[in-house]
Antibody, heavy 128, light 108 residues
Framework: QVTLKESGPVLVKPTETLTLTCTVS??????????VSWIRQPPGKALEWLAH???????SYSTSLKSRLTISKDTSKSQVVLTMTNMDPVDTATYYC????????????????????WGKGTTVTVSS | SSELTQDPAVSVALGQTVRITCQGD??????ASWYQQKPGQAPVLVIY???NRPSGIPDRFSGSSSGNTASLTITGAQAEDEADYYC???????????FGTGTKVTVL
């Protein structure tokens, strides 16, 4: 059974750095065409993709947040870590991690991706 | 602002059919995946690829695409389908990871 679990602080102060950990089980972070995404959702608002990392260590970041984000993985610990610097109250949100799978559609020869399993999320409040 | 646009809200009578759309230039080249989110819960994948349902997702959920628009159709909507629905695909540069603006589905 594939599971992902987010962990990190509940409360951070403005200007501090947030560190979140996603611990996965039921699959390996070294599996081909697999990865982990981080997504957040401010209260009452839409989902926002933040970053992802694949088994080959390929990384990608949201254009608007790229300067503040770092994603990394520790395959031996089955963990993916996201850091976000210079936190602000607008960063108050529920933060989710999700497994990304890549799959070929050989009819049209496209490699497509989707997030098949999500963690329950962790709520982070930014306040002094 | 999101590069994938969805109608903010739609309603459907119990047992009827509703189609939720997602528009964006990247959808001309890439598939969308669809996620259902109920209040206080994490999103759940309902459709991926051309029109694939994960195990456990009822067959009343289906996906399609035409031009710059991807669609999620619920045929015979049930009360438990009341939720927010989000599409996800690539941005206009082909990078992974953009969500649609979300559609709230109300079952009357």
């Amino acid at each position: 059974q594939v599971t992902l679990k987010e962990s990190g602080p509940v409360l951070v102060k403005p200007t501090e750095t947030l560190t979140l950990t996603c611990t996965v089980s039921g699959f390996s972070l070294s599996n081909a065409r697999m990865g982990v995404s981080w997504i957040r959702q401010p209260p009452g608002k839409a989902l926002e993709w933040l970053a992802h990392i694949f088994s080959n260590d390929e990384k990608s970041y949201s254009t608007s947040l790229k300067s503040r984000l770092t994603i990394s993985k520790d395959t031996s610990k089955s963990q993916v870590v996201l850091t976000m610097t210079n936190m602000d109250p607008v960063d108050t949100a529920t933060y989710y991690c999700a497994r990304i799978l890549g799959q070929w559609d050989y009819e049209v020869y496209i490699l497509y991706y989707y997030m098949d399993v999500w963690g329950k999320g962790t709520t982070v409040t930014v306040s002094s | 602002s999101s590069e994938l646009t969805q109608d903010p809200a739609v309603s459907v009578a119990l047992g009827q059919t509703v189609r939720i759309t997602c528009q964006g230039d990247s959808l001309r080249s890439y598939y969308a995946s669809w996620y259902q989110q109920k209040p206080g819960q994490a999103p759940v994948l309902v459709i991926y690829g051309k029109n694939n349902r994960p195990s456990g997702i009822p067959d009343r959920f289906s996906g399609s695409s035409s031009g710059n628009t991807a669609s999620l159709t619920i045929t015979g909507a049930q009360a438990e389908d009341e939720a927010d629905y989000y599409c996800n695909s690539r941005d206009s540069s082909g990078n992974l990871g953009v969500f649609g603006t979300g559609t709230k589905v109300t079952v009357l």
